[in-house]
Each structure stands twice: as structure tokens, then as C-alpha cells.
């Protein structure tokens, strides 16, 4: 198995470390009740309004015509990894507020719901995949979204780890590499 945490200079908690973006997945499925916990975590990140523009569309693998439709949504270089994943979702923006208002902090906030849902993931030893490689056009179609309110984001693929071997390359390579950061004075300015 290929762990990748994160080496980090300052105390940064283990959660943060410890989440990474898997390729190789096991055929261990997700529970719903599981599944819906990392729902529940990611409607606890903050949003502006509390306006909770994000939508959530998934299939488990084992239900494999909505599984094959979503997985028929992404984007060549995505498509080989992601059959074994346990769950595949399709993130979707509300681009409107109540008010009929644009919500311009729409996909700010379904990022942030994202990523609370991948800590949450990563304390139950789930390990997820969030991809912006996918046809807007084509999920629009498949999805039936009405384009007047939602927005497609990103997929997202769930399952439990499984040996990096699985994979075919490029992705088995990929799944190898250490991960890598910019160092915070690339992205941090004291204004004094
Ligand atoms: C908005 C977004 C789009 C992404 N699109 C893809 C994608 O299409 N395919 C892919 O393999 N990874 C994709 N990723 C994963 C990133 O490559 C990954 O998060 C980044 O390399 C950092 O690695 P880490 O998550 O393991 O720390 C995407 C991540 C984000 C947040």
C-alpha cells in the first residue's frame, strides 16, 4: 500500500497529512450510512449566506448503470482508475442565492464543503479523488441539470486504498509520487 503523508514543516495535524488523492481503490464498498456521514460533514462547512449551494449526485458501483453513467461523464485520462472506485459523485453548484441573486461565492464554498467531506473521509480510512477532468456538456446531459440553477464542479471518486501495483501507468507512477507543496513564502505576504 502507497502512503503518502504529507511531510510537513510546522505541527499541522495528522487528518491534513494524511489525506492524499488515491487512484488505486479496493473492492471493499462504502456503507451508506458511511457515505452519508461524509455528506453530513461536508453541509458543515461554512458557506457565505449560509446559502449551502453544493449538490451531490451519486452511484455505488454495485449499482451499475447510475455507476456507468456518471463514470461515462469523465474525461479519458480519469476514466481507467475511477471503475474501481467504491462510490463516484457528481458535485454540482446552486449558482443562485434565495434572494434570485448570482451566489458569486458558489464554487468557493462547494470547495470548502468538499474538502471537509475528504477529512471526515479520511478519519474513516476513506480515501477520495476530487476531478475536474469530466465533460460539462455531457453531465449536463446524463444529469438532466437544469442549468438555470446548478452548475457542474467536479466528480469525485470514493473507496478504501488498495496496492498501488493494481494500477496500469501512467496512473501506478502517479500513485508512487511523493506528494509536493510551494513553500509558504511562494503564497504568504506579512503586510506590515
Ligand atoms: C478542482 C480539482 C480538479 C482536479 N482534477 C483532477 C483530474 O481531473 N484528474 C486527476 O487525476 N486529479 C485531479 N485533481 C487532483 C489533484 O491533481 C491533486 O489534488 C493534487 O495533485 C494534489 O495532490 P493531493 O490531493 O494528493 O495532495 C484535481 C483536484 C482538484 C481540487
Known amino acids: 500500500m502507497s502512503i503518502k503523508i504529507a511531510e510537513t514543516k510546522h505541527k499541522v495535524i495528522d487528518l491534513i497529512k494524511n489525506r492524499w488523492s488515491a487512484r488505486s481503490f479496493s473492492d471493499k464498498t462504502i456503507s451508506e450510512t458511511d457515505l452519508h456521514t461524509l455528506f453530513e ?3 458543515w462547512a461554512f458557506s457565505a449566506n449560509n446559502a449551502q ?3 451531490y449526485v451519486y452511484a455505488h458501483r454495485e449499482d451499475s448503470e447510475a455507476f456507468q453513467k456518471l463514470h461515462s461523464c469523465l474525461m479519458g485520462g480519469n476514466q481507467p482508475w475511477t471503475k474501481n472506485a467504491a462510490v463516484l459523485i457528481a458535485v454540482l453548484a446552486h449558482k443562485k442565492l434565495e434572494n434570485g441573486h448570482e451566489n ?4 468557493h464554498d462547494v470547495g470548502a464543503a468538499n474538502a471537509t467531506l475528504m477529512l471526515q473521509a479520511t478519519n474513516m480510512n476513506i480515501f477520495g479523488h476530487v476531478m475536474g477532468g469530466f465533460d460539462p456538456a455531457k453531465t449536463i446531459e446524463t444529469l438532466n441539470v437544469d442549468t438555470e440553477i446548478f452548475e457542474p464542479v467536479v466528480f469525485m471518486a470514493l473507496g478504501y486504498l488498495d496496492a498501488p501495483e493494481k ?5 501506478k507512477t502517479r500513485e508512487l509520487t511523493p506528494r509536493a507543496r510551494k513553500p ?4 504568504v505576504k506579512r503586510l506590515q
Do not use: G, R, V, Y
Request: zero cysteines.
Open 53 to 55: 449551494p453544493w449538490e
Open 41 to 43: 460533514a461536508a453541509s
Open 167 to 171: 494500477l496500469e501507468e501512467p496512473f
Open 184 to 187: 509558504l513564502n511562494d503564497f
Open 104 to 107: 458569486k461565492a458558489a464554487k
